[in-house]
């Protein structure tokens, strides 16, 4: 066996005339007598997982590269802590299994009983009690000194991989815990998922290759840019916490990505009139966790963005975005009876906005508080209830409902995903209308029950989806009002 180098990168030649592409790490710990055997169904793949066999090393035998799959929670065997990991593309073999050793080792630097030379805190210059934000400082200035200095590639990694331990409360914790005892179980990042190299060797059934220690690990890696609502955020004492459910990605943001920025925990009742996105460059790891539902364990994934490579570009009306929503909250709350009164009227009837208007005025009651709040929920979505709003002659307030009433139509709006827009036909009289709605629910009329959606006009749902626009013109064309063309393809 003999590794070429060539324009395309490193490969490896077989004995039998064929080659396969190798990492530069991996070149450089082939031999000429280690033996490969491809355990990927398709050898041409541009990964394939490769078992090698080395004769020459006794105490690790055999040396592994392979993509993996879920890496679960760490448990104690009769050798130790393990950490089982899967395998997803590997023909044959089936679980890795790595020693607890070896991911302490290689991910926080803890060699066995004896302690670091240095420890995660001293590589980036930094004391144990560091807050997120005093770690992201440390860490810039670290990156700033070594790339001045012309530290090697290396040593940056290791500073790298420091940060992105500690900046993650769990991987902190659990490193914390492990250097106060040495059997503490070491958590594998973000459980999981990317490309490793391990030395160790192979079971005697050949289903399980038992890892002793980690050679190499790349993450699974992807870099976007994304937009993500503030008032979906959670405000932490230390952090704020960014999650978007639809496209499956957690953000962990710190004081330091959003100078001038002082939130606390009170923030979390209010943050739902928060109207600001902000602007998040990140580079994503690939993540996740088993959940049992319905008797069945479902693999949840997920993409988490590495600390150490997150960028933050905040709105400039950020500021008077939030003071605007905590004085409405506070509004809210010195006219709470007031609500409640109206919330009390409307969870009856369906109560024109002029109305609710009205006793808002008699009250003398800030103009800053609007009818449609009296009903507003946290996760409604501006945008639904606002394009409905303006092309209506009126709108009506009803339990959890806005309806509006259109040249055409009539249309029953809860501004929130998840929820689908029912269009009917604009009644002859108004008031008949509101009697038998305000009698019935959303299931009666999809599956019209007692004739109620013949009797009620119903024309038909418009289902939302991911492109909003989409969403206002089927509207449109169901309540037979032009639509843009251009708009109608965004």
Not at 87 to 112: N, Q, V
Not at 359 to 385: A, I, K, T
Not at 465 to 477: A, F, I, P, S, Y
């Amino acid at each position: 066996m003999e590794v070429i180098s060539g324009p395309d990168g490193n490969r490896c030649a077989l004995s039998d005339g064929g080659s396969l592409p190798v990492s530069p790490i991996l070149a450089s710990r082939l031999r000429a007598n280690d033996r490969v055997s491809v355990l990927t169904a398709n050898i041409d793949a541009s990964s394939p997982d490769l078992l090698i066999e080395r004769p020459t090393i006794p105490h690790f035998p055999q040396l592994l590269l392979a993509t993996i799959g879920y890496a679960a929670q760490p448990k104690e065997g009769a050798h130790g802590v393990f950490v089982r990991v899967e395998l997803p593309g590997s023909i044959g073999l089936k679980t890795l299994i790595l020693s607890g050793a070896a991911i302490r080792e290689y991910f926080y630097l803890l060699h066995g009983d004896e302690s670091p030379d240095e420890s995660l805190y001293d590589i980036l210059r930094t004391p144990e009690h560091a807050t997120p934000a005093d770690l992201r400082l440390a860490w810039r200035l670290r990156s700033v000194e070594l790339e001045s200095g012309g530290a090697t590639r290396a040593v940056r990694s290791r500073t790298e991989r420091a940060f992105n331990i500690l900046a993650h409360p769990d991987l902190r914790t659990c490193y914390d815990r492990m250097r106060m005892d040495p059997d503490a179980p070491p958590l594998f990042p973000y459980c999981g998922f990317g490309s490793i190299l391990a030395e160790g060797q192979l079971s005697e059934d050949g289903q399980a290759f038992f890892g002793r220690r980690i050679v190499a690990f790349k993450p699974e890696m992807t870099t976007r840019k994304v937009t993500l609502l503030f008032r979906r955020c959670d405000f932490l004492p230390d952090r704020i916490v960014c999650r978007d459910p639809r496209r499956k990605i957690e953000i962990w943001l710190d004081g330091n990505l959003l100078p001038g920025l002082h939130w606390d925990l009170t923030w979390n009742s209010w943050k739902h009139w928060l109207k600001s996105r902000i602007e998040v460059e990140a580079t994503l790891v690939s993540a996740g966790r088993y959940r049992l539902r319905k008797g069945e364990w479902i693999l949840r994934q997920w993409s988490a963005a590495l600390p150490s490579r997150l960028r933050v570009i905040p709105p400039e009306a950020l500021a008077a975005d939030i003071a605007r929503a905590r004085a409405l909250h506070s509004l809210l709350g010195e006219h709470a009876d007031l609500v409640r009164h109206a919330g009390t009227q409307i969870a009856k009837y369906p109560v024109e906005h002029t109305t609710v208007q009205k006793w808002f005025d008699d009250l003398g009651v800030s103009p800053d508080l609007r009818p449609h709040y009296v009903s507003w929920l946290p996760d409604y979505e501006p945008y639904y209830f606002e394009q409905l709003r303006k092309r209506s002659q009126t709108w009506l307030l009803f339990r959890n409902e806005y309806l509006f009433v259109w040249p055409h139509v009539l249309i029953a709006e809860i501004p929130e995903p998840g929820h689908a827009t029912y269009v009917f036909s604009r009644p002859a009289h108004l008031d008949d209308f509101m009697h038998t709605y305000a009698g019935i629910d959303r299931d009666d009329v999809r599956h019209n029950r007692n004739d109620v959606a013949s009797r009620l006009g119903f024309i038909g749902r418009v289902v939302r989806g991911r492109r909003k626009q989409r969403w206002l013109n089927d509207v449109l064309k169901r309540a037979g009002e032009k639509t843009d063309y251009i708009e109608a393809f965004v």
